[in-house]
């Protein structure tokens, strides 16, 4: 008998899930932005070229939009982990808050060297402000590992001893950090990062040239993110590929549900869509023994099936398993995508003008916030019903405060806003910039208001501000 | 010196921290608040603007760095403070939300009707959050927040007349210090202000005064164990304080700045230290001890070398940050004018600090 669920769970979870799924999006742009602005600010220096050194300023300015706006959503995390599961924290925060206490030192050194880099443009040699940038995407990646380190922990916790009256009695730092999780979450969360903002901002390119712009200067902005972003696919089916066979082995429940494995046993289908209803597949296409031989190289080898799992332990399958199947999905579609890149440079034909593979470009930014949030659902909905694996069960986490109910309807509604917000924010400045690249006679970067602050004839290193 | 000690400081540095560079923040957008209409107030606004710019997101770092101690060090006070105060912290976040996101867009917005809203939000919630906030500390200060999961009053814990009164309090303390900061600002930027803040960091020191002198009684009444310790232990400090502020008020007023941001900033820092030591050795009240609250000696351990690390590193950094914003705003371009440049274009009036240059 499954316990009865208290609406503050329900309230609890679906807040969580909408201010985590919302402020995912906006940590991946400040994880990997600030990488993609170095390039191009490092490609503008070195071949003294106006148009990549334009860019990298424009996009400086939208990794100090977003990652303005990443920063209160995720100063909202902080306090929800306390707001909503103080008890989670109350019994594990001596374990579970030590990842965050070096995250909070990353994103510390972000929110200062952005500010010193955005500063930079103006007032530090072009060599001074390139190297300012540096501390920037580091500490971005850093910041993603060890916040990623903390949601591994939930995974796979370690690195504590728990007494006799359930109270953390020692903790070993180290071990909690470097769970068995960490080593495969951290790079797929890192790849996600780098394929998300890669391809959205490729595809505000893809559709400049869709629009018949062609310049250098939006070609540029097309091929420095998409390019990052075609590397960092093909490494993410390896990646993700070795992290689905460790949650085979760690964490057999989700994968059952992953693959909607019904019946222990060898010789497993691999399911494409369909659901689980009462216990039984419905719907989706079967391809015999597939399952098996990607878990394990041979169509022998046995798997975990729900029905080995108590059924008060196991995770909604549905959700997991077509989250899933978007995940792979929409990620093969970003492969074959950079696949199809290579074939016209092969070809030589000239991809801004190959329209079909625009279009497909300019939707590669909204696949690949998908595949991520799919990929998202799946580890923590597929964690479920534990919030720390076989140790704490979410149920027993929630607050008993009344009115998550209320906080879940106002962040709904703030959140909307706040997405508007930033939405109608970043359009107006690509508007207005669009406005200066037209008054400039269509060569961006040569006058205006921002025309670049240092540029090829400064070759002696003394900004030109 | 224990490590439990040694963290409970650390703790309490940081709470310290942020409510110097987090208050003056919050006071700046009270008086952004306050400045009246958008003709009047345009470069009072700017100047403000100009203040906090660069360095409003480092600022609030802070409270992340207080909440993740708090968690890690001393988890069951956590759990009971986030559970009880689930009212006065969730509407302290949403001010947090409101502010940072109107902030971060007030310069990105193209129209005069756009520009407006973002800095009205901004300024209300600047108002607002510092409330909630002291209220929440005056509910821990008080001894209501019991341990366990939301076993505290969800109202009676914040609203009454103790909290009320911290809360009160502590936004007058974020305008004094502000006040106190802008002064400073305008001599060098915009001199004409330079009386139209010192009117405000009076204002605001009166009725911070008056607060405190009333806290006396509530607190006798409403709070009597709390104003035991206060007088017992923590009184020094709580004396220092005033006349910390007083003394830096007074030196404004006779046009002699030097060293006035050093003693207004010691006016905080004192009250903050005389709550502690009135508290000390426990962390709730009559609740629970340090000791009683502590993670094991592996979290705390790594807890400060996680300090330590952040010593090293971002006390440099912020100090560079600091020090090239004071530089560029000497030479007529602060960071904050740098962001906003970056995103308008010549001829639209910003309120981004454009207006002095």
Redesign the interface.
Known sequence: MVPAVPAELLAARAQMAFTLGFHIILACLGVALPTIVLIANAIGLRRHDPAALLLA?RW??VM??T???G??????L??????LW??L???????F??P???E??F???E??????Y??G???LSPRAHLLSGL?VAISGIGGTFSVVAANAWMNQPAG?VLGPDGR??????LEVIFNRATVYEVPHMLLAAYMVTGFLLASVYAVGLLRGRADRYVRLGFVIPFILAVVAAPLQVVVGDIAARSVLADQPAKFAAMELITRTGPRQPETLGGILVDGQVVGGIQVPDVASLLAGFSPDTVITGLDAIPVDQQPPASIVHLSWDAMVGLGTLLVLLGLWSLFLRWRRRDYATTRWFLRAAALSGVAAVVAMEAGWIVTEVGRQPWIVYLVLRTTDAV?????VEA?FV?VVG?YAA?GI??LV?LG??AR?WA??DAAAGGRAGVA???AVPYGPADRTGGAA? | MSALQATAIVLWLGLTTYAVFGGADFGAGIWDLAAGGSERGLRPRALIADAIGPVWEANHTWLIFDLVILQTAFPPAFAAIMSTLFVPLCLAALGIVLRGAAFAFRPLATGYAGRRAAGAIFAASSFVTPFFLGAAGGAIASGRVPVGNAVGDPWSSWLNPTSVLIGALAVATCAYLAAVFLVFDARRQDPDLVAYFLRRATLAAVVAGALAVAGIVVLRVDAPSLADELTRRGWPLVLASGLLGTAALLLLRRNAPRGTRSLAVGAVVAVVWGWGLAQYPDILPGELSLADAAAPAGSLDALLIVFVLAALLIAPSLALLYLLDQRSRLSGHGLGSDVATNVTTAGLPSEGGNSKT
């Open positions: 300023r400086s300015t100090a939009v990652f303005a706006v920063a209160v959503t995720g100063t909202v902080s306090f929800e982990m306390g707001l103080p008890v924290m109350g019994r594990f925060g001596g374990a808050g030590i965050f206490a070096v909070g030192l994103f510390f050194l929110a200062i060297f952005i500010a010193i955005i500063y443009w103006r007032h501390p504590f953390v009695v020692t903790v070993a730092p607050t008993h405060s009344a009115g906080t106002a703030l706040l917000g930033l924010a107006g400045l207005r406005a200066q205006g208001d921002d501000g």
